[in-house]
Nanobody
């Protein structure tokens, strides 16, 4: 099983990025999906999640700026990030599991994770 993120980059404050996470070895359609981020010295936290049924949950800090979507036919989940600020600088990880995505650790022991992609926002 592999989850591979892409799209991380260095961007100026106010800019946009779209992250993608493509999976192989599992079928996204049967999983609940999430995007997490971890900044240096901080705990990994949930940014956005989308259930198997398409229900979306966004962290308060990103509401109105970020959106999550999934394309089960492509086995890919996306995170569109707009109006980025330096507070969004972190390594972003995609996650697949069963059930609601936890906001903070502990995480499901059977969850799948990508390797992470760096997002750096310069002010």
């Amino acid at each position: 099983v592999q989850l591979v993120e892409s799209g991380g980059n260095l961007v100026q404050a106010g800019g946009s990025l779209r992250l993608s996470c493509a999976a192989s070895g599992i079928t996204y359609s049967i999983y609940d999906l999430g995007w997490y981020r971890q900044a240096p010295g901080k705990e990994r936290e949930l940014v956005a999640s989308i259930s198997r049924g398409g229900s979306i949950n966004l962290a308060d800090s990103v509401k109105g700026r970020f959106t999550i979507s999934r394309d089960n036919a492509k086995n890919t989940v996306y995170l569109q990030m707009n109006s980025l600020t330096s507070e969004d600088t972190a390594v972003y990880y995609c996650n697949a599991g069963v059930g609601s995505r936890p906001a903070v650790p502990p995480f499901g022991r059977y969850d799948y994770w990508g390797q992470g992609t760096q997002v750096t926002v310069s002010s």
